[in-house]
């Protein structure tokens, strides 16, 4: 063959190679997937909704295709949101979605839950010895808003025990959150009522012990939960539907994990908080089992929080389960989620590790 037709040879190899490669590559191209943007506002930064954070960094969020945002704000500003739909999704306290006075238009519905149980703990000034319920009766307590969900579990925990709130113990209500441990500090109240962080922040600064946990002595009762508007469920079911998916994953996720493991991940999210309080208060709470292993909203949970708020006088008529509650997504994930612990790698190990030494 001469030396012109074995160039002419290569170049027609050459071209059939290019003409087969761009073919299977447009053929076997997926097209990209769409990416949600979702907004979530939450009631507080805590480790109370860690599961949320685990979701978030850990990347569960992402598989789902969903680019999520999280904004904490005051309840107010919560509740006004929702009124004229400036919010896709909210978690907070269970009393800003199922009742308000004020609201105008329909009624958000909630679709999931991470926490079987309130997170708050009642601090005294000192725990020198075992803590009995009577000891209650004539003081004072700095709790929350009137209307705060924790609130109403302490006042249904109380009333179990036979003590009427704001008849034989005092309850201020009129505290602003940021001003509450300083006003506790100053010398204001007998007792504190406060979620992690905060909890544990007071005791490392040594006014203040915490004696009991507020969702122990209630029970199991759905204090907050994730809510969105009727409308936009209805128009962003695949929305709702991989949220719930992610949270799911990521309460798999720290039934499997420890604690330490879970503070690692999470630190992002908390990044003025010390380490050593994140992990304690993580600790904390899965000792007390305060998170649900699935999204599912519990009617029995349900009911027991509108039972206290109507008890505590914040609600006249509970809305009942099956006009507030959306399950089925919920159910969803439970069925189609799944999840396996990974070896835990050097590269995690060291993660730990660098987590640990700050």
Known sequence: MSSLKRKIFLILIIIAVILFSGSYILKNTAPLPEIHNVKILESARSPYFLPQYLALNLGFFKEQNLAVKIITTSPAAISAAMADGRTEIVLCGLQNIIFNPDREGPQPKIFATMSSRDGSFLLARKNTEEFQWEKLKDQTIIGGSQNDSSEIALEYALRQREIRPNREVTIYNNIPDSLRPGAFRAGTGSYIQLLEPEATIVESKGYGQAVFSVGEAAGNMMVTAYAALPGYIATNPEVIQKFTNAIYKAQLWLF?????????????SFADLDRTVLLKSIERYLKLQIWNDSPQVYQNAYVRFCTAAKEAGEIETPAAYADVVENCFAN???????????????????????????
Do not use: G, M
């Open 256 to 268: 499997c994990h420890s604690a330490t493991e879970a503070a690692a991940v999470v630190a992002p």
């Open 332 to 358: 969803q994930a439970v069925k189609t989620v799944k999840y396996t612990p990974e070896e835990k790698n050097n590269f995690f190990k060291k993660y730990i590790n660098r987590f640990l030494s700050k």
